[in-house]
DNA sequence: ATCAAGATTACCT
DNA sequence: GGTAATCTTGATA
């Protein structure tokens, strides 16, 4: 992991709309034994407890979530209809629960280990843009579980976030997020954030849900 | 002790 | 377009 410059934790304290928006494309790096697998992140969602029905956080601390309670730069894993894993990026200060779910990746290096975990053909073509487009295919392709809770991107040897590219303005789209009809009206917060046109990004339709990207 | 629900996905028509 | 799969968690008693 020597040879991957990490983001500062002065990153992950930024307000949480700034680190969902500014986390397309970093590069999330992972190592399995002497495998480093890594890819671009192309698609996020912003959650912020204090304001937010549709957070996990937003009812208080529990067993679960108490991670979020952490300051910045840590991981929020939960399991999700008994099968799948998701991940958030835990933003902001200490006792300021918020994060980034995770919801796609470009792969980059090691994407037939990818293909490995997510029992995908990586050569099927119609199957490619299968292998990292969503949250619960992100974490199996990178082999994050239960076991990544609380993971700390700053220091942690098998996981972290690295600079790799810059986006304009323009190409990124900001649309409400995905599957939170249990809060309907955070349903309508424009709190994710994907890069234009990029294959990965998970298919919804939400992705015709434009909302102005000023700034 | 019981139970409903889920920040999803794969597969079917 | 629809739905089954699958199990941990948090809430309630």
Same mark, same amino acid.
């Given at each position: 992991m020597e040879k991957?410059?990490?983001?500062?934790?002065?990153?992950y304290l930024q307000d949480t709309l700034t680190v969902a928006k500014q986390l397309l494309g970093k590069r999330f790096v992972r190592r399995i034994g002497d495998k480093i697998l890594?890819?671009?992140?192309?698609e996020t969602e912003a959650y912020i407890a204090a304001i937010d029905e549709a957070a996990h956080a937003h009812k208080g601390k529990t067993n679960r979530n108490k991670i979020m309670w952490e300051s910045g730069?840590?991981?929020?894993?939960y399991q999700i209809y008994g099968m799948y894993f998701c991940m958030n990026i835990i933003t902001e200060?200490? #006792?300021? +629960?918020?994060?980034v779910l995770i919801r796609a990746i470009q792969p980059l290096e090691n994407i037939e280990v990818m293909g490995d975990l997510r029992h995908i053909d990586?050569?099927?073509?119609?199957?490619?843009?299968?292998?990292?487009?969503g949250p619960g295919r992100v974490c199996q392709a990178f082999g994050i579980n239960k076991n990544d809770y609380g993971?700390?991107?700053?220091?942690n040897e098998k996981i972290t976030v690295t600079q790799y590219k810059e986006f304009l303005p323009s190409e990124i789209v900001i649309t409400p997020r995905i599957n939170i009809d249990y809060a309907p009206i955070a349903a309508n917060f424009p709190w994710r954030f994907f890069v234009k #046109?990029? +294959?990965y990004v998970s298919k919804h339709k939400n992705n015709s849900r434009i909302f102005n990207n000023e700034s």
């Open positions: 991957y410059q990490r983001l500062s934790q002065d990153f890594s890819g671009m992140i192309v730069g840590r991981l929020y894993v200060n200490k #006792d300021v +629960p918020a994060g990586i050569n099927d073509k119609t199957k490619r843009f299968y292998l990292t487009s993971t700390n991107l700053l220091s #046109d990029n +294959p």
